[in-house]
């Protein structure tokens, strides 16, 4: 397994661990059983992402694509989250194997998913602006 | 503490050991003759190729013409479980027995002989990793060929009970074969005492280089050729000897079995140590039985975080180790040997297997034992599964 020193440094020295006890949005996904479960905090604040993290159970990948991904909403507008890929976790990092590049969907997911989350708390249906969160497959 | 560099991963792989490697270098430069050529540097190289072939038979409790050189273990299993099909077929034997762990050398082997018109059992396995050999009896058949069952398991080290088994066959008129490639050099074996028909052993997992491997084949037994070609390896196993590599083997068979019992005096107080030290951190399980299993592997399962992390936190601390996890396969399952002893897939993804030697030291367990605790703990406190965990929460 080939990994990007990007990759490594992100597995190594993880940017924004943890929770967020009073998160606006918090997003889980993934399952034990497939080996990566992805948790994901969000503080927002006038559409603003103020601050994110995350909990990751998972390989290297799963853990960098977490902090990659974390790295790349903080400070952002919700909307510009809404636009992140994995395509663009993937190369922020310097690429991936491609037997990892399904970690990178779900890191794109896991900000999907908190972001659903948060529409949901404040009375809105998140489906019009989040779109469907896709599970991995077992 | 300062940083060590430590192998632990040794059932993967051996590092040639220097007896080898001086062993093997007149080979490449000097001696480097055909051993099929006529002239003196030809027959120096058969002679080299002989005198391997003989240490590795008295390593085995074999004789020496029952000794084939292949490139390795894997080659060895394809050779003996092919052709003892392609053998036993002509009288109307289709029927093969192993089990559900075996390493994928044999299971692939078997599932393709599966397409080809074969039936395959395969046997289960306790929760401890051991075999019954009433299974076998019952599982045995008019039209079964061969029984192939690996003498000690690669990931979680369980000994078979292989002359119990090879007992078995015999009463019943079926061959066995057995995968021996973990075992060479920790256990003591003497094939003709212990009734074994067929086994395969490899180069590289005793100090040898990679490459080169050997199939041990009963007399009497007229597996077809496994190469055709030239006359080499009584013309069962064509192609120009790897002359240094067989040398290094037979050196190196020959280290790994000259005292096998003062070896594992050493290696297994200091297993015990690791297997004692890490199940002491919550939430953690040792894979296989305790006793019955090989002096230097410990496997064990870890809560809460997974195995490939796991891996690469022990990397940047120096130790080399591997994991049954579905990420360092690159499958989406976990080890079919963790999952044949009943583990969930959950569990089985945050697994350790640590395989030390001889050469390991005290200070090195001392060592182990102080990283793996922190990793752990650093992985477990990033880890959402882990606080599920610690709520009592279901997290399948």
Known sequence: MLYSEKVLDHFSNPRNVGEIEDADGIGEIGNAKCGDIMKMYLKIDNNIITDVKFKTFGCGAAVATSSMATELIKGKSIDDALKLTNQAVVEALDGLPAVKVHCSVLAEQAVRAALSDYYTRQGIDPLPIVGEIKEPEE | MEKRFIYADNAATTAVSEEVLNAMLPYFREGYGNASSIYKLGRDAQKAVETAREKVAKALGAEPREIYFTSCGSEADNWAIKGTAELMAKKGKKHIITSVFEHHAVLHTTEYLEKHG????????????????????????????????????????????????????????????????????????????????????????????????????????????????????????????????????????????????????????????????????????????????????????????????????????????????????????????????????????GSLRLSIEDTTTDEDVDYILEVIPNVVKRLREMSPVWEKIQKGEKYE
């Open chain 2, 118 to 349: 074969y039936e395959v059992t395969y046997i289960p396995v306790s929760d401890k990793g051991l075999i019954d050999p009433e299974d076998i009896r019952k599982a045995i058949r008019e039209d079964t060929a061969l029984v192939t069952i690996m003498y000690a398991n690669n990931e979680i080290g369980t000994i078979q009970p292989i002359e119990e088994i090879a007992a078995i066959c015999h009463e019943k008129g079926v061959l066995f074969h057995t995968d021996a490639v973990q075992a060479v050099g920790h256990i003591d074996i003497d094939v003709h005492k212990q009734g074994i028909d067929m086994l395969s052993l490899s180069g590289h997992k005793i100090h040898a280089q990679k490459g080169i491997g050997a199939l041990y084949i009963r007399k009497g037994i007229t597996l077809p050729n496994f190469v055709h070609g030239g006359g080499q390896e009584r013309g069962k196993r064509a192609g120009t000897e790897n002359v240094p590599a067989i040398v290094g083997l037979g050196v190196a068979i020959e280290a790994a079995t000259r005292d096998i019992a003062a070896k594992n005096a050493v290696i297994t107080p200091r297993r015990n140590k690791l297997i004692d030290g890490m199940l002491k951190l919550p939430h953690t399980r040792l894979n296989g039985d305790r006793d019955k299993r090989l002096p230097g592997n410990l496997n064990i399962s870890i809560e809460g975080i997974e195995g490939e992390s796991l891996l690469l936190m022990l990397d940047l601390n120096g130790i080399c180790a591997s994991s049954g996890s579905a990420c360092t396969s690159g499958s989406l399952d976990p080890s079919h040997v963790l999952l044949s002893i009943g583990l969930k897939h959950e569990i089985a993804h």
